[in-house]
């Protein structure tokens, strides 16, 4: 079965620094999508970015981009130039086709 | 492009009741997808449907059940309501939920009491 895991329950980071959440997969498939998604406190979740992976170019969106490691089935999200905005559960997110799953999350604390 | 919305926000109800929950994704979008979020379990998936058929069901008890009509609005339904079912209930749309990105809805905040 699919699972997708973030190790890091909770994380912190000073405003203009630079902080890497990660997230790792477990699957039998060669073809599939990766997500992370923001969810701010009582806000609604948005996508950040996401990965195909048959593409070996990792995924860029301004601040924000990928280290995908499809051989390690590892999938981190670093967030460049950290702003107060940013403090918000990150989710970690597989797609086969079938369904998505989701992993716990991470909470992160942008610190002035 | 209007974003996904759902109906209600909020809904309080007692053990043993019903409640049906509403989504209306985004126009154009065939996939609507329900998911259960709670501190402890993180994102359930609770089932998707397309074309007004389910196409995937998650690991829950029959008590909850979906539809979806012919403009894609879909609704989700729980029976005999369980102290347990107090969650957020994310609805998400796709335009056809295969390796789509799926885009959320605000959410609707279930107490049961």
């Known amino acids: 079965a699919q699972t997708v895991t973030q190790s890091q329950p909770e994380m912190s980071v000073q405003e203009a620094e630079t902080v890497t959440l990660s997230c790792t997969y477990d699957?039998?498939?060669?073809?599939?999508?990766l997500f992370w998604y923001k969810q701010p406190p009582s806000r609604q979740m948005i996508l950040v970015i996401r990965?195909?992976?048959?593409?070996?170019q990792n995924a860029t969106e301004n601040r924000f981009s990928v280290n995908f490691q499809k051989a390690a089935k590892s999938f981190s999200l670093k967030i460049s130039d950290s702003q107060l905005g940013d403090a918000a559960m990150y989710f970690c997110?597989?797609?086969?086709?079938?369904?998505?799953?989701f992993g716990t999350g991470t909470s992160l604390t942008v610190i002035p | 492009k209007a974003g996904v919305t759902q109906t209600p926000r909020y809904l309080i109800k007692t053990r043993g009741q019903q409640v049906t929950l509403s989504c209306s994704p985004i126009?154009?979008?065939?996939?609507v997808s329900w998911y259960q979020q709670t501190p402890g379990q993180g994102l359930q998936f609770l089932f998707e449907?397309?074309?007004?058929?389910?196409?995937n069901k998650g690991n829950f008890p029959g008590r909850f059940s979906g539809r979806q009509f012919s403009n894609s609005r879909s609704e989700m339904n729980v029976s005999t309501l369980e102290l347990g079912d107090s969650a957020l209930y994310l609805c998400?749309?796709?335009?056809?939920?295969?390796?789509?990105?799926?885009?959320f809805g605000p959410g609707t905040r279930l107490t049961v009491l």
């Open positions: 998400a749309s796709s335009t056809s939920g295969r390796l789509d990105t799926q885009y």
């Open positions: 699957t039998s498939e060669s073809d599939y999508y």
């Open positions: 990965q195909e992976a048959y593409k070996q």
């Open positions: 997110a597989y797609s086969d086709g079938n369904q998505f799953y």
């Open positions: 126009s154009g979008h065939r996939s």
């Open positions: 449907y397309f074309s007004e058929t389910q196409r």
